[in-house]
Each structure stands twice: as structure tokens, then as C-alpha cells.
């Protein structure tokens, strides 16, 4: 798997031997896998997040709805079995689902980088150097996070219809900082919330790799490692997300840290009033975590895995190119090899004959020879004797010292 960011990489390669080498860090995968892992879970635990907005914003609305507050609260978690009711827990999930993608990109693209610096010139753990990583990604994926969740929530808590009408009002009423209302909250929930569920999921990694010999997590025990630290996370920042959800639900009006505190006090509750949403606060952020990081892992897989399909493909192109002259000379050598050894089979084959051939061609020549000289002999001493005695020797005797020839019958 991968550590939020590729726990699962360090963490198993660490902890056992046994357990296969980590894919290499490539903050693209991270970005790309964390960017579609994220919209996938958001849309998942969108209408709980909703339920957790109208909660931390039920002063607002009964202020201007004229309700009191225990009946907004009612309604907000009132599903009486009407379908429009239902369907406004719904609202804005697609905004929600593309603005959590491109934000948790930007933090992945942040983390990655922060990582891998680490990694290759520090000495830190792989908990210290995930808290690290998680604290500098809050902070510089906050610029892209909370012009986002401004309009996203102001929609979530029936403030606006939409996130374009929301950005436009906000913006009218009070101009592009107003897109930044509650940042410093936002970072100041951030920074702890992501540095400690990375911190504690990269913990939980080693351990699970400990206690199973190196053996790669299911996906149940994703889930529970990724749900665990994603509800610690949360609950433990639930009271800077109550003064950050009033604040950015009230952006128009240019509110204060110190307003919201005030706020949430004069409603009563004490300091419980900042536990408000608690519940369903960790349950969407440990539900939203654990599916987040069985989707990250997930898709992170197919990306490396393709990765390594096209490197592979890349390797036996080179491969063949390499190999395509000694492919496209082979015929001819092979030709050539073929006809040198006809040609040598030939001459061997030559060579047996040649000998008895160039013998018999030797041996009629001289019998040729030797009767014609024995005929002249014979014209000249009285009769055909001599030649016909030197024949008969040329039978017996060897000619040019290679044996007798055979036999000849006439």
C-alpha cells in the first residue's frame, strides 16, 4: 500500500525482510491516485458532512430562518421520509467531490516533495518525517483548500443554492479576501489533523507489518488502520473545525477568530459547545479516511503497475531495435552457409571420385600411348608383338607409380 502518501512503501520495506521492495516515490502517482482516491471518498460521506455543517451552524440558521436552535437541529437531522430532505444532504456533492480532488492533489503533490527531501537528507523516522511532510502540505495546499471550502460549506449549510452563486456574493460583498475567510483556523486545523493521521497511519503500517511477517495489508485492515487514524485525527480537532465552520458559513460579514469564540459561547454549552458535531465529525473523517486510503492504494497500484507494464514494453522495444541488424543479415548468413557447405559437400564428394577418375583418364592415355608406340615397333620389326607385349605388361605393371588399373576385358 502506500503511506498516506505511500506509507506502505517505507514501512513494509523496513519493518521485514520478507516483504517486497516499495514501488519508487513518484509524486505524480501520488497526486493523480490522491486526487481521484479523494473525490471518490467525498462523494461517499458527503450527506454525514452535511448533517455535521447544519450542526456547527445551527445558531446561524435559526437566527435567520426565525427557528430556534433545537429545531433547526431537528430538521438538519430529521429524515422524516420526504425525498427532498434527502436530497439536500446531497447538496453540492459534485463541488465537493471536484474541489476535495483538486485540493488533496495539491496536498499530495506538497507531501510527496516534503517526503522525498526528507528522506534523502535527514535521519528521521518515518513517523517524524510523515508529521513533517503533513504540516507543509496543510499549510501550502491551505491557498488552494479554503477559497474551496468557503463556497462548498456556505452551500452545504443552505447559506447559497450553488458554489458559483456563493463565490459571487462572497466576493461582491467582501471581495477575493472574503474567498479566504477563515485560513488561519483552517491551518490551524490542518497542520495537526493531516500530521497526525499520516503520523498514525505510517505507525500502524510497521506494526501490521510486524505482526503478519511483512504480509500486505487486506482491505478490511486498510480500512480500519486508515478509518482509526482519520477518527483520532478528527476528534482531536474538532473545536478549531467548529470556530472555522462558523466563520467561513458567515464569510460576507468579514468575521473574526475572536467573533467565532464569542459566538459559540453565547450559545451556551461552555466548552462542550466546541465539541459540537463531534460524532459525526469523526465518523465522516474516519469514514472519509479509510476509504480514501483503500482508493488511494488502489488506484496508486494500477499507476505503478502500469508504469512498470510500459517500462517493460519500453525494454523489449530497445531490445529488438537492438537486435533488428543481426535479424535482417541472418537470411543472407544463413544463404551463404547453406551454399558453403553444398559446395564442401560437393568437393568431398568430388574428392572420392577423383582419384579413380583422373587414374582411369591417366591409364587410357597410356595404354593409347603404349599401343601406338607398340604398333609402330611391331611395323618396324616384323610384326604387331612388340605392341602387343608392351600392352599386355601395361596390364600388369603400375603406371606413374598409383597401382594396377582394372582389369581390362578386351
Request: glycine content about 12%; aromatic content about 6%.
Given at each position: 500500500?502506500?503511506?498516506?502518501?505511500?506509507?506502505?512503501?517505507?514501512?513494509?520495506?523496513?519493518?521485514?525482510?520478507?516483504?517486497?521492495?516499495?514501488?519508487?516515490?513518484k509524486p505524480a502517482h501520488d497526486v493523480v491516485a490522491g486526487a481521484m482516491a479523494r473525490a471518490a471518498s467525498q462523494s461517499t460521506i458527503h450527506?454525514?458532512?452535511?448533517?455535521?455543517?447544519?450542526?456547527?451552524?445551527?445558531?446561524?440558521?435559526?437566527?435567520?430562518?426565525?427557528?430556534?436552535?433545537?429545531?433547526?437541529?431537528?430538521?438538519?437531522?430529521?429524515?422524516?421520509?420526504?425525498?427532498?430532505?434527502?436530497?439536500?444532504?446531497?447538496?453540492?456533492?459534485?463541488?465537493?467531490?471536484?474541489?476535495?480532488?483538486?485540493?488533496?492533489?495539491?496536498?499530495?503533490?506538497?507531501?510527496?516533495?516534503?517526503?522525498?527531501?526528507?528522506?534523502?537528507?535527514?535521519?528521521?523516522?518515518?513517523?517524524?518525517?510523515?508529521?513533517?511532510?503533513?504540516?507543509?502540505?496543510?499549510?501550502?495546499?491551505?491557498?488552494?483548500?479554503?477559497?474551496?471550502?468557503?463556497?462548498?460549506?456556505?452551500?452545504?449549510?443552505?447559506?447559497?443554492?450553488?458554489?458559483?452563486?456563493?463565490?459571487?456574493?462572497?466576493?461582491?460583498?467582501?471581495?477575493?479576501?472574503?474567498?479566504?475567510?477563515?485560513?488561519?483556523?483552517?491551518?490551524?486545523?490542518?497542520?495537526?489533523?493531516?500530521?497526525?493521521?499520516?503520523?498514525?497511519?505510517?505507525?500502524?503500517?510497521?506494526?501490521?507489518?510486524?505482526?503478519?511477517?511483512?504480509?500486505?495489508?487486506?482491505?478490511?485492515?486498510?480500512?480500519?488502520?486508515?478509518?482509526?487514524?482519520?477518527?483520532?485525527?478528527?476528534?482531536?480537532?474538532?473545536?478549531?473545525?467548529?470556530?472555522?465552520?462558523?466563520?467561513?458559513?458567515?464569510?460576507?460579514?468579514?468575521?473574526?477568530?475572536?467573533?467565532?469564540?464569542?459566538?459559540?459561547?453565547?450559545?451556551?454549552?461552555?466548552?462542550?459547545?466546541?465539541?459540537?458535531?463531534?460524532?459525526?465529525?469523526?465518523?465522516?473523517?474516519?469514514?472519509?479516511?479509510?476509504?480514501?486510503?483503500?482508493?488511494?492504494?488502489?488506484?496508486?497500484?494500477?499507476?505503478?503497475?502500469?508504469?512498470?507494464?510500459?517500462?517493460?514494453?519500453?525494454?523489449?522495444?530497445?531490445?529488438?531495435?537492438?537486435?533488428?541488424?543481426?535479424?535482417?543479415?541472418?537470411?543472407?548468413?544463413?544463404?551463404?552457409?547453406?551454399?558453403?557447405?553444398?559446395?564442401?559437400?560437393?568437393?568431398?564428394?568430388?574428392?572420392?571420385?577423383?582419384?579413380?577418375?583422373?587414374?582411369?583418364?591417366?591409364?587410357?592415355?597410356?595404354?593409347?600411348?603404349?599401343?601406338?608406340?607398340?604398333?609402330?615397333?611391331?611395323?618396324?620389326?616384323?610384326?604387331?608383338?612388340?605392341?602387343?607385349?608392351?600392352?599386355?605388361?601395361?596390364?600388369?605393371?603400375?603406371?606413374?607409380?598409383?597401382?594396377?588399373?582394372?582389369?581390362?576385358?578386351?
Amino acid at each position: 500500500m502506500a503511506t498516506a502518501i505511500k506509507a506502505p512503501d517505507a514501512s513494509m520495506g523496513a519493518s521485514s525482510s520478507s516483504a517486497p521492495p516499495p514501488p519508487p516515490d513518484k509524486p505524480a502517482h501520488d497526486v493523480v491516485a490522491g486526487a481521484m482516491a479523494r473525490a471518490a471518498s467525498q462523494s461517499t460521506i458527503h450527506p454525514i458532512d452535511t448533517m455535521k455543517v447544519r450542526m456547527q451552524t445551527s445558531g446561524l440558521r435559526a437566527a435567520g430562518a426565525g427557528a430556534s436552535a433545537a429545531a433547526a437541529k431537528g430538521a438538519a437531522l430529521s429524515l422524516d421520509g420526504a425525498a427532498r430532505e434527502v436530497a439536500s444532504l446531497y447538496r453540492g456533492v459534485l463541488s465537493a467531490a471536484t474541489g476535495a480532488g483538486i485540493i488533496i492533489g495539491a496536498y499530495f503533490g506538497f507531501y510527496s516533495t516534503t517526503k522525498r527531501f526528507l528522506r534523502e537528507r535527514t535521519a528521521m523516522g518515518d513517523g517524524q518525517i510523515a508529521f513533517l511532510s503533513g504540516s507543509v502540505a496543510a499549510v501550502g495546499s491551505g491557498v488552494v483548500k479554503v477559497p474551496i471550502a468557503v463556497c462548498i460549506r456556505s452551500v452545504q449549510a443552505g447559506v447559497y443554492p450553488n458554489v458559483v452563486v456563493a463565490a459571487r456574493s462572497i466576493t461582491g460583498a467582501a471581495g477575493v479576501p472574503g474567498l479566504f475567510t477563515g485560513f488561519l483556523p483552517t491551518i490551524m486545523e490542518d497542520v495537526p489533523d493531516m500530521a497526525v493521521k499520516f503520523a498514525v497511519y505510517e505507525t500502524l503500517r510497521p506494526v501490521h507489518a510486524r505482526l503478519t511477517n511483512g504480509r500486505q495489508p487486506s482491505t478490511v485492515e486498510d480500512l480500519l488502520m486508515g478509518g482509526t487514524a482519520g477518527a483520532a485525527a478528527a476528534a482531536a480537532t474538532t473545536p478549531l473545525d467548529v470556530i472555522k465552520t462558523r466563520m467561513m458559513c458567515n464569510a460576507s460579514s468579514k468575521p473574526t477568530i475572536r467573533g467565532a469564540v464569542q459566538g459559540v459561547l453565547a450559545e451556551g454549552g461552555g466548552a462542550r459547545a466546541f465539541f459540537r458535531g463531534v460524532g459525526p465529525r469523526a465518523l465522516s473523517n474516519g469514514l472519509n479516511s479509510a476509504i480514501f486510503f483503500c482508493f488511494f492504494e488502489a488506484f496508486r497500484r494500477v499507476l505503478v503497475q502500469r508504469q512498470q507494464e510500459a517500462a517493460a514494453r519500453e525494454q523489449a522495444a530497445a531490445g529488438a531495435a537492438a537486435a533488428a541488424p543481426q535479424q535482417r543479415w541472418r537470411p543472407r548468413a544463413e544463404q551463404r552457409q547453406a551454399q558453403l557447405q553444398a559446395e564442401l559437400a560437393e568437393q568431398q564428394q568430388g574428392a572420392r571420385r577423383w582419384p579413380w577418375g583422373q587414374r582411369r583418364r591417366e591409364d587410357e592415355a597410356a595404354y593409347a600411348l603404349a599401343g601406338s608406340q607398340g604398333g609402330a615397333g611391331g611395323g618396324r620389326g616384323g610384326g604387331g608383338g612388340g605392341g602387343a607385349a608392351i600392352a599386355c605388361l601395361s596390364l600388369a605393371l603400375p603406371v606413374g607409380g598409383r597401382g594396377a588399373p582394372p582389369p581390362r576385358w578386351w
